[in-house]
């Protein structure tokens, strides 16, 4: 704990630091509440930032400080679009830099702790389904004065469909850790729908769709809530990089729409709930229909779909090379994982028109 107080104390706070202990249940960095004295004064969110995912801290930086600075700047100007959305603040170091890099070679920041909020790991009514979409509505509408262009691409084609099926292709032809075999079925099922599957990225190609700053972690416990369960922020910034909003859409209508895990092994328990999709469509549009493109509309619900399928490829090729990106918990891991996701994706082309339904008439409430 000295050594975090101490790191801690490389950045300009106020209060006096009484406590600093493990918080959250982020699965990418390692997160301490940084506790302080007298009441007044805030407390804030130390974070070891994970550098082997994350290459490059400084561009990474550049991003949320140009994103945070803009949201803030529109949250004073404008005819504010909500009471309670708040900014996390990036707290800057003695040395003037927004990030330290210790002498291990560990990169940290902080953040102020965003006072009396709490977050959810499972999205357990529709109520909180509502906010959560209209806290993402609330994100992209106030980042759309943004030019994206200006953004960092910090994992570079991250949901770039062309290149993961052909990097499945190639996996599949050189076999590496020789479980072809047991693969035979989901090769098919990916086949048989490669082509649909390169839908978003032509409309972007095409001009249909605008390249606007993206989240790309659009998980429910990221998503920042009062006592009143009201939405008021957002977090988890590492990945805001130049994108299409509908892999935003479509990730948080996989993660929070499941009715399980997403690496269920029971595939008679893997659907989507429409009752939850239907009230996160509806948070999320109520402010998004103000600035969405007729074609980003159009494609909300083969968003989900679309994400459900590369996630599921890249498990797949990730089983197929021998489990080298995902951690897994057990041989086989990540073929369940895979399963689970294309089973998801099949009940969601069962539901297909349902789903469309409740876009299209969410989109013109
Ligand atoms: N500024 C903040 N104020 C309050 N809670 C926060 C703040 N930043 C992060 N958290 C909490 O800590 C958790 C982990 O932080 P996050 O930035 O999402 O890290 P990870 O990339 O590991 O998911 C979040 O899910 C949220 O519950
Ligand atoms: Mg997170």
């Given at each position: 704990?000295?050594?975090?107080?101490?790191?801690?104390?490389?950045?300009?706070?106020?209060?006096?630091?009484?406590?600093?202990?493990?918080?959250?249940?982020?699965?990418?960095?390692?997160?301490?509440?940084?506790?302080?004295?007298?009441?007044?004064?805030?407390?804030?969110?130390?974070?070891?930032?994970?550098?082997?995912?994350?290459?490059?801290?400084?561009?990474?930086?550049?991003?949320?400080?140009?994103?945070?600075?803009?949201?803030?700047?529109?949250?004073?100007?404008?005819?504010?679009?909500?009471?309670?959305?708040?900014?996390?603040?990036?707290?800057?170091?003695?040395?003037?830099?927004?990030?330290?890099?210790?002498?291990?070679?560990?990169?940290?920041?902080?953040?102020?702790?965003?006072?009396?909020?709490?977050?959810?790991?499972?999205?357990?009514?529709?109520?909180?389904?509502?906010?959560?979409?209209?806290?993402?509505?609330?994100?992209?509408?106030?980042?759309?004065?943004?030019?994206?262009?200006?953004?960092?691409?910090?994992?570079?084609?991250?949901?770039?469909?062309?290149?993961?099926?052909?990097?499945?292709?190639?996996?599949?032809?050189?076999?590496?850790?020789?479980?072809?075999?047991?693969?035979?079925?989901e090769?098919?099922f990916?086949?048989?729908?490669?082509?649909?599957?390169?839908?978003?990225?032509?409309?972007?190609?095409?001009?249909?769709?605008?390249?606007?700053?993206?989240?790309?972690?659009?998980?429910?416990?990221?998503?920042?809530?009062?006592?009143?369960?009201?939405?008021?922020?957002?977090?988890?910034?590492?990945?805001?990089?130049?994108?299409?909003?509908?892999?935003?859409?479509?990730?948080?209508?996989r993660?929070?729409?499941n009715?399980?895990?997403e690496d269920e092994?029971?595939l008679?328990?893997v659907?989507?709930?429409?009752?939850?999709?239907?009230?996160?469509?509806?948070?999320?549009?109520?402010?998004?229909?103000?600035?969405?493109?007729?074609?980003?509309?159009?494609?909300?619900?083969?968003?989900?779909?679309?994400m459900t399928y590369i996630i599921g490829l890249r498990f797949l090729?990730?089983?197929?090379?021998?489990?080298?990106?995902?951690?897994?918990?057990?041989?086989?891991?990540?073929?369940q994982r895979a399963r689970a996701q294309f089973k998801l994706l099949e009940?969601m082309?069962?539901?297909?028109?349902?789903?469309?339904?409740?876009?299209?008439?969410?989109?013109?409430?």
């Amino acid at each position: 704990m000295n050594d975090l107080i101490s790191i801690a104390r490389q950045f300009i706070i106020e209060g006096t630091i009484v406590s600093v202990k493990p918080f959250g249940s982020g699965h990418i960095n390692d997160s301490f509440l940084v506790k302080t004295l007298p009441e007044a004064a805030p407390d804030y969110v130390l974070q070891r930032i994970n550098h082997t995912i994350f290459r490059n801290i400084p561009d990474l930086t550049d991003n949320i400080l140009k994103v945070t600075q803009h949201i803030r700047q529109q949250l004073h100007a404008s005819e504010s679009i909500s009471d309670t959305f708040q900014v996390i603040r990036l707290i800057q170091a003695h040395s003037g830099s927004f990030f330290i890099h210790d002498e291990e070679g560990n990169f940290w920041r902080l953040y102020n702790h965003v006072r009396g909020s709490k977050s959810y790991d499972i999205v357990a009514n529709p109520d909180l389904a509502y906010e959560g979409g209209k806290a993402f509505g609330i994100f992209q509408y106030l980042t759309s004065g943004i030019d994206a262009s200006s953004l960092h691409e910090i994992l570079p084609d991250f949901h770039n469909i062309a290149k993961r099926i052909s990097t499945f292709r190639e996996t599949v032809l050189r076999n590496p850790a020789g479980r072809l075999n047991e693969v035979i079925n989901e090769i098919a099922f990916v086949e048989a729908r490669s082509e649909q599957m390169h839908a978003i990225m032509r409309l972007g190609e095409q001009g249909y769709i605008p390249v606007r700053v993206t989240h790309n972690d659009t998980k429910f416990n990221n998503i920042l809530f009062n006592q009143d369960n009201k939405a008021i922020s957002i977090v988890d910034l590492d990945t805001v990089m130049p994108g299409y909003v509908l892999y935003d859409f479509g990730d948080a209508i996989r993660t929070g729409s499941n009715m399980a895990a997403e690496d269920e092994a029971d595939l008679a328990k893997v659907n989507i709930d429409l009752h939850l999709f239907e009230a996160y469509s509806k948070g999320y549009l109520g402010i998004a229909r103000k600035f969405l493109h007729p074609a980003e509309i159009s494609h909300l619900a083969f968003s989900a779909k679309f994400m459900t399928y590369i996630i599921g490829l890249r498990f797949l090729t990730d089983h197929l090379v021998g489990d080298r990106y995902f951690k897994i918990g057990f041989p086989g891991h990540n073929l369940q994982r895979a399963r689970a996701q294309f089973k998801l994706l099949e009940r969601m082309e069962e539901q297909f028109f349902p789903m469309q339904e409740i876009i299209r008439k969410q989109a013109m409430n």
